[in-house]
């Protein structure tokens, strides 16, 4: 894997060893990321279901303020970690090795907000009510929570948020949502 654009741009990252993680493909990563470059210069990016942190990772390099990986597995956060320190971006990195429940209690104890949000689940994860309504305070009011999913297969989300745009490719589908009472921006195609 690798870095595709920004400060980064070529270098390569570690994905954790074993099958508890999917590394978004570079190619998605690229689609990705060309929808979202007007958002992400200044963003403070939360990435649950982290992996390698590749979709944090990329933000930064593109100009995000700040980013938060959360991931329970302790491979993925030790691969992080590494790759956070490859790229030198540890004063603008932070890692959580805890489970998506206890990384956001503990983000909104301390009362953090994000305007980018990405997750990342094992694709069998796909009723999303549950962490979408905790993500409710640590997402800022016109925050973009981009959830990558099995293609045609979107995950179920409360009603309080709605889908903005979908893409897919391949087998990997890629919903944007906001919250209904956000202002709208468009996504780039």
């Not at 590394?23 to 958002?39: A, S």
């Not at 981009?146 to 293609?151: K, L």
């Amino acid at each position: 894997m690798r870095i595709i654009a920004g400060i980064a741009r070529g270098r390569t990252i570690q994905a954790p060893e074993g099958m508890n993680t999917r590394p978004t493909l570079d190619r998605v990563r690229e689609n990705l990321f060309n929808m979202l470059q007007g958002r992400i210069a200044g963003s403070r990016v939360l990435d649950l279901f982290a992996g390698s942190g590749a979709l944090s990772l990329e933000a930064i390099s593109r100009g995000a303020e700040h980013a938060v990986m959360a991931d329970r597995d302790r491979k993925a956060s030790l691969c992080q970690k590494k790759n956070i320190e490859t790229l030198r971006f540890q004063d603008r990195t932070e890692v959580i090795t805890a489970d998506w429940a206890a990384a956001l209690k503990a983000l909104k104890g301390a009362g953090r907000t994000f305007d980018l949000i990405f997750l990342d689940p094992p694709y069998r994860m796909n009723d999303l009510r549950e962490v979408f309504r905790e993500l409710e305070d640590a997402a800022d009011e016109d925050a973009l929570i981009i959830v990558e999913h099995e293609a045609g297969k979107p995950a179920a989300v409360p009603d309080t948020f709605e889908p903005v745009k979908e893409r897919s490719w391949g087998y990997c589908g890629v919903t944007f949502y906001q919250k209904k009472s956000a202002q709208r921006e468009e996504i780039e195609a």
